[in-house]
């Protein structure tokens, strides 16, 4: 059974800090392309960042860049989102997702998908 699970969110003021994590198990993830996803309270989910398989590239909506930073650990099956200077418009479910081939910012074509950890950020 293929899952990914997310961990690492939380409450915390604006201009903290979070990580999330995303771990994957019942497959080898190491060759997906990984990516984040979040859904703030009556809004689409919106892409956040993506990976590719190699950590070779990485993609950021214009909202969070400089900000985050997606990372990977193919060795542990997992994805990392480093989020700092956090600001109360980054309130949402984050989603982890993967795939075999990066989609972009196509939510509907990813493969995979985590049940979501909730972000809170405070003014």
């Known amino acids: 059974q293929v899952q990914l699970v997310e961990s690492g969110g939380g409450l915390v003021q604006a201009g903290g800090s979070l990580r999330l994590s995303c771990a994957a198990s019942g497959r080898t993830f190491s060759s997906y392309a990984r990516a984040w996803f979040r859904q703030a309270p009556g809004k689409e989910r919106e892409f956040v960042a993506a990976i590719t398989w190699t950590g070779g590239m990485t993609y950021y909506t214009d909202s969070v860049k400089g900000r985050f930073t997606i990372s990977r650990d193919n060795a542990k099956n997992t994805v990392y989102l480093q989020m700092n200077s956090l600001k109360p418009d980054d309130t949402a479910i984050y989603y982890c997702?993967?795939?075999?081939?990066?989609?972009?910012?196509?939510?509907?074509?990813?493969?995979?998908w985590g049940q979501g950890t909730q972000v809170t950020v405070s003014s």
């Open positions: 997702a993967a795939d075999v081939v990066y989609h972009g910012s196509s939510a509907g074509s990813y493969a995979y």
